[in-house]
Nanobody, 122 residues
């Protein structure tokens, strides 16, 4: 399984970006997925997660009301719509496939993509 994250860039505070994570493989619809981010010198932290059917969604508190995770099982892609971006959202964003355990823990995921850089200027 391969994951390819894209959509990052440089944006001013208050702006928006839409991240995509395209996944290879024939069983994408069976995957629970998650987005994490990692700023320089910090650990990878949970951002959002979505179940295989999209019926259960979770967010870290700092992005609630601003970010939206969604999943397209036809396009084998998971998205992260990010609005009202803040400088503290600056990080490399990664998508992963949940393999077991708590969905807000990086150790529960595998098949990380290469990440996409998001930089928010003040």
């Amino acid at each position: 399984v391969q994951l390819q994250a894209s959509g990052g860039g440089l944006v001013q505070a208050g702006g928006s970006l839409r991240l995509s994570c395209a996944t290879s493989g024939r069983t994408f619809s069976s995957y629970d997925m998650g987005w994490f981010r990692q700023a320089p010198g910090k650990e990878r932290e949970f951002v959002a997660a979505i179940t295989r059917s999209g019926t259960i969604i979770a967010y870290t508190d700092s992005v609630k009301g601003r970010f939206t995770i969604s999943k397209d099982n036809v396009k084998n892609t998971v998205y992260l719509q990010m609005n009202s971006l803040k400088p503290e959202d600056t990080a490399v964003y990664y998508c992963g496939i949940l393999r077991g355990g708590a969905r807000n823990q990086a150790g529960s995921y595998s098949y990380w993509g290469q990440g996409t850089q998001v930089t928010v200027s003040s």
